[in-house]
């Protein structure tokens, strides 16, 4: 029973957190990204990145792309603990109009 319940806890811890989005940090943005990843293009070693670029996570299957580039209007800037953060929240002008925020890799809609 104890070992049940146990194993039920796992399994709902990793589906959460397989629910996350992941880091990908990357010398080329890709052409087919994957659900709940989010790409940086740039540097790791000196953290400078110029380009997030993720797969919209509505369904919609659209690729959002995000400037990091802070003279460059608008832009976002991307934190990463364990997990990345967006900031300020992405809200699309076309298409879906999805607006959601990226916070410790949890998706909240806006
Ligand atoms: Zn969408």
Redesign the pocket.
């Known amino acids: 029973m104890i070992v049940k319940q146990l194993f039920k806890w796992i399994v709902s811890f990793f589906k959460k957190e397989s629910n996350y989005f992941k880091l990908k940090i990357v010398s080329e943005l890709p052409e087919n990204p994957l659900e709940r990843t989010l790409y940086l293009e740039g540097s790791f070693k000196e953290k400078d990145y110029w380009y997030a670029l993720l797969k919209?996570?509505?369904?919609?299957?659209?690729i959002?792309m995000l400037n990091l580039i802070t003279d460059t209007k608008p832009c976002w800037k991307v934190s990463v603990n364990k997990y990345p953060s967006v900031y300020p929240s992405v809200w699309?002008t076309k298409?879906?109009?999805?607006h959601f925020w990226i916070k410790d890799g949890k998706l909240v809609w806006a």
Not at 56 to 62: F, Q, R, T, V
Not at 95 to 98: A, E, G, L, P
């Open positions: 919209c996570p509505c369904g919609c299957g659209d959002i699309r298409n879906c109009k999805s």
